[in-house]
């Protein structure tokens, strides 16, 4: 079935340093997310790619939608402590379709 | 504006027993989603209501079963419970479209164990 494989599974930063992770996957979609998800919540929508090659920005977020459409990759940019949190990347085939979800990054950030 | 709403938010539960979870979506929104997210994985698509419906449905036993109620909240049955269920179950929410993608929001999920 549909997997998406994201990397790396954790990361240990310190406050200010950019962080970069990315996600794969065998089949293609047509709509990339990434989300976050913080203890005890539900994952939060942070930036949606519609557009193959497609280039987002959210803040201090950067994501881009792979040209194959099996790809993307987040970018944050000088970490702060908020940061902290398990980040999700999901493909969409359409608009009513289910999302298929990576196994997560989770990210550390030492003040 | 409340955003999705789920009870209960933690529930014990012993091997063979049925549960309930319940879901009530965000303003505006017609279509419930639910999810499953054992420890440390990501969340998995059990499957979809939409006009009281269920349109879509992820691989998961017949043991799953769910229910819209025309003021669009919802519920998600499990029967028979496996210790293998135990999980966070997540609700989500979202507005029917006929084209373009279909942003889900979240709720914050019901957490249940099986002893």
Redesign the interface.
């Known amino acids: 079935?549909q997997q998406?494989n994201q990397s790396p599974q954790s990361m240990f930063i310190q406050e200010g340093e950019d962080v970069s992770m990315n996600c794969t996957s065998s089949s293609i979609f047509n709509?990339w997310?990434w989300?976050k998800q913080d203890p005890?919540?539900?994952?939060?929508?942070l930036i949606?790619l519609?557009k193959a090659g497609e280039l987002t920005s959210n803040g201090r977020l950067t994501a881009q939608f792979g040209i194959t459409r099996k790809d993307s990759f987040l970018n944050i940019s000088a970490s702060i402590p908020s940061d902290v949190g398990i980040y999700?990347c999901?493909g969409?085939l359409g608009?009513?379709?289910?999302?298929?979800?990576?196994?997560?990054t989770r990210l550390t950030i030492n003040p | 504006d409340a955003g999705v709403t789920q009870s209960p938010t933690h529930l014990i539960k012993t091997r063979g027993q049925q549960v309930t979870l319940r879901c009530s979506p965000k303003s505006g929104h017609d279509t419930v989603s639910w999810y499953q997210q054992a420890l440390g994985q990501g969340p998995q698509f059990i499957f979809q209501y939409y006009e009281e419906e269920e349109r879509q449905r992820g691989n998961f036993p017949d043991r799953f079963s769910g229910h819209q109620f025309p003021n669009y909240s919802s519920e998600l049955n499990v029967n028979a419970l496996l210790l293998g269920d135990s999980a966070l179950y997540l609700c989500a929410s979202s507005r029917n479209r006929i084209s373009g993608a279909n942003v889900l929001t979240f709720g914050a999920g019901s957490r249940l164990t099986v002893l």
């Open positions: 079935g998406l709509t997310l989300y005890g919540e539900g994952p939060v929508l949606a519609y999700f999901a969409q608009g009513a379709q289910k999302l298929v979800f990576g196994q997560g």
